[in-house]
């Protein structure tokens, strides 16, 4: 599946997770000045693993968020403390 910062997944199961990832990437883009110049060019692989179950109600989605965000951050030497709010503009 390829994903830019400028178009979103449809979800369809089992890649509507994807879409927590790439909305991340687009709030940080408007946010913190994240630019596909800043990841590298047009391409950055994420792996996602978790044990959180899905559609259990226990947020797994805000989990995806938090954990991609602060991966982000870090990768790219973002220096964001206030990841939480930021990760309530990531469009679900």
């Given at each position: 599946?390829?994903?830019?910062?400028?178009?979103?997944?449809?979800?369809d199961g089992a890649t509507s997770w994807a879409g927590y990832v790439v909305g991340?990437?687009?709030?940080?883009?408007?946010?913190?000045?994240?630019?596909?110049?800043?990841v590298g060019g047009d391409s950055l692989a994420i792996i996602v693993s978790s044990e959180v179950p899905e559609g259990k109600g226990v947020s797994s989605s805000a989990a995806v968020e938090v954990a991609t965000m602060m991966a982000l951050a870090e990768a790219f030497s973002i220096k964001v403390?206030?990841?939480t709010l930021l990760c309530l503009h990531v469009p679900s």
């Open positions: 599946m390829v994903l830019t910062l400028y178009n979103r997944p449809q979800a991340c990437l687009v709030v940080l883009s408007r946010e913190e000045g994240l630019s596909s110049d800043s403390s206030y990841i």
